[in-house]
């Protein structure tokens, strides 16, 4: 018997949940060699002929001079690099330099990937990426408004006619938010900066997820619309509290991402199904795109040659979805202002 879509996303979906099951913890940081090599480099200042000024210390065990990074320009201190921090990473890469000579396969420390810094970035091919995916955004958020408020019709009283408009600005404003503490992130992941890249990618796809409600059920009254977003804000704010003042728990993290991630891909899958929109074909593809690149997510690797690992690749995804998501955006916005238009007159 042939199988529907909706059938075939839902086993996507039910995939996702056992892949995420299957999440083990790192092993790295309990080699002995690696610990000894953290505990020598703290004491000494040095891992093999390299030393690090900032390792001084003084008789009470305080940093000379201070912390390293707050002798640093101002706007390099956020970034921490510390001596515990400068042994650890020097550390890795010793590691895992005799790892390979010895046939080993790369472990992760500390739950991650070790990545090679470049120009201090600590994932420079993602922080990059980040940027694209942040300038991609701001290109179809400034295209999308200057299309609603420049090209198409207005109403006598000078709104535009199209019902989304609000939302769409919304999404862009979250998007380019989420992608800017993203490239902060993964410049340098300090606690202040894994909250903020968190939060405002919970914040994000919770929002997607208000989004998606509304405009495939062609949610237009104001009460309605505050009765669908209630509960959704209401658990996208707690979830977001549980992460900054209770417990950062990244694999509880990545399941809330992940479910109202392929939560929105269903409700867009099912509405461009069985809608006659002119532009859902897009729509599809974005669908299928969005819900293979996540696999990028769950599935992990190794990244090569210490700098692209399966999460630099789903940044790499995003930027042509996201330019083909902003078009199905800017087409919408045209069918339904042409709609509406004609019957005003």
């Known amino acids: 018997m042939a199988r529907s879509p909706f059938y075939r996303i839902l086993l996507f979906a039910w995939i996702v949940v056992l892949l995420m099951d299957g999440v083990h913890a790192s092993d790295g940081d309990a080699d002995p060699i690696y610990k000894a090599c953290v505990e020598q480099c703290e004491k000494t200042g040095c891992v093999g002929g390299k ?9 009470d065990g305080k940093p000379e001079g201070g912390p390293w990074y707050l002798q640093e320009p101002l706007y390099l201190q956020w970034k921490q690099w ?22 080993g396969k790369p472990v992760k ?13 600590q994932e420079p091919v993602s922080v990059a990426l980040s940027a694209l995916n942040l300038a991609i955004q701001f ?10 408020y420049y090209k198409l019709p207005l109403t ?4 535009n006619y199209y019902e989304y408009t609000g939302l769409w600005n919304i999404y862009g404003i979250l998007s380019m938010n989420s992608w800017f503490w993203s490239a902060v992130f993964h410049s340098r992941d300090v606690e202040l900066t894994e909250k903020l890249h968190f939060s405002s990618a919970v914040a994000l796809l919770g929002f997607s997820l208000i989004l998606a409600i509304l405009r495939a059920f062609s949610v237009r009254n104001e009460a ?17 509290l ?14 809330v991402c992940v479910a109202m991630g392929v939560a929105q891909l269903l409700i867009w899958a099912v509405w461009a199904g069985v809608t006659h929109h002119p532009s ?10 969005g819900g293979l690149a996540m696999l990028l997510e769950i599935y992990d690797f190794p990244p090569y040659h210490r700098f692209v690992d399966a999460h630099a690749l789903w940044h790499a995804t995003t930027i042509p979805l996201t330019y083909l998501w902003w078009s199905f955006a800017k087409d919408d916005a045209e069918f339904r202002t042409s709609s509406l238009h004609k019957k005003a007159k």
Request: charged fraction near 20%.
């Open 109 to 121: 420390y500390h739950g991650k990937w070790l990545f090679r810094r470049a120009y201090s970035f």
């Open 82 to 103: 510390d001596c515990r921090s400068d042994c650890r990473y020097h550390c890795m890469l010793t590691r895992e330099e005799e790892r390979e000579k010895l046939g």
């Open 139 to 148: 290109h179809g958020w400034v295209s999308f408004f200057i299309l609603i």
């Open 280 to 289: 859902w074909s897009k729509l599809w593809v974005a669908v299928v795109g």
């Open 51 to 59: 030393c690090f000024q900032h390792c001084k210390f003084l008789s």
């Open 242 to 255: 549980y992460l900054n003042c209770y417990n950062l728990d990244y694999g509880l993290n990545i399941k």
């Open 224 to 240: 309605s619309r505050v009765m669908v977003s209630t509960p959704v804000i209401a658990f996208v704010t707690t979830h977001i």
């Open 156 to 159: 006598p009283s000078k709104k």
